[in-house]
């Protein structure tokens, strides 16, 4: 009997022993899963600026140099980008874009005040490279889009209308739970710009995203006094699309 009670003893503080010696690689295991999952808000903010800062040069790059595939490439490197630096920060590059996942409940308030600085700083950035390596002259020729009357208004309902459909293709495709992990998101928020490029470039030059009309002011691409037109089209698009969404789809959480 005394035997008895000394082995389960034994064994009780054998399999206490084993516990407790387990127990913080678990946790250290939990933690590297937690922060593998969740990105440091430094790479966060450094893909939204890469991202950002090439779909601005391209912009400028394209339309500066005469490209008449200028809404191929821009469309492009927007997929591109956005299948790069999805996994890590969203692949918003554009602030209209983070408004609408604001509203939509994806990111902190914090979090997206953040993106708007560098996306803001690295549109700027490109602006200002697109003006040093691209042939004077030829920004010379594209000249600004100067906006009066009828033209101010078309200006205002194309840009609120195609950045309402890109930043509700991207709360769609982007933080939908019922596409996770899907392998179309790039080419679907990539060729909404394409098609709205090709659509009403003409009549507004088709920006869809306050960071490119804040540089293509910078690039001499808009004009100053009616920027104002495209920043607030695009801004209440943004929370347009983040409402919109919310009314459609009201468990997806």
């Known amino acids: 009997m005394g035997d008895s009670v000394d082995d389960s003893g034994a064994r009780c503080r054998e399999c206490m022993s084993m ?6 690689s678990r946790v250290i295991d939990a933690e ?34 005469g490209s008449p595939l200028a809404p191929l490439g821009i469309g492009a490197v927007l997929m591109v980008m956005v299948y790069a630096g999805g996994h890590l920060s969203g692949g918003h ?28 700083a690295a ?28 033209t101010l208004v078309a200006a205002f309902v194309v840009e609120l209308l195609f950045t309402f459909a890109l930043c509700y293709v991207v709360l769609n495709v982007a933080t939908s739970k019922d596409h ?16 709205g490029a090709f ?6 030059g088709g920006a869809f995203n306050p960071a490119v009309s804040l540089g293509a002011a910078v690039m001499g691409m808009f004009a100053w006094p009616t920027l104002w037109i495209y920043l607030v089209a695009q801004v209440l698009a943004g929370i347009a699309a983040g409402v919109t969404f ?8």
């Open 32 to 65: 590297t899963a937690e922060v593998a999952g969740h990105p440091r808000v430094g790479v966060k903010y450094a893909v939204e600026a890469i991202g950002t800062f090439f779909l601005v040069f391209t912009v400028g790059a394209a339309v500066g140099s």
């Open 19 to 24: 516990v407790t010696a387990q127990t913080p």
């Open 93 to 120: 590059y554009n602030p209209a874009v983070t408004m609408a996942v604001l509203v939509r409940r994806r990111i902190r308030l914090g979090d997206a005040i953040g993106y708007w600085i560098v996306q803001f």
């Open 180 to 195: 996770p992990d899907n392998s179309f998101y790039g080419l679907a928020i990539g060729f909404t710009v394409v098609a």
């Open 123 to 150: 549109g700027l950035l490109a602006a200002v490279v697109v003006r040093t390596v691209v042939d004077p002259t030829r920004m010379a020729t594209a000249a600004a889009t100067t906006l009066t009357g009828r």
């Open 246 to 253: 919310l009314a459609m789809s009201p468990d997806d959480k």
């Open 199 to 204: 659509a009403v470039g003409a009549i507004s």
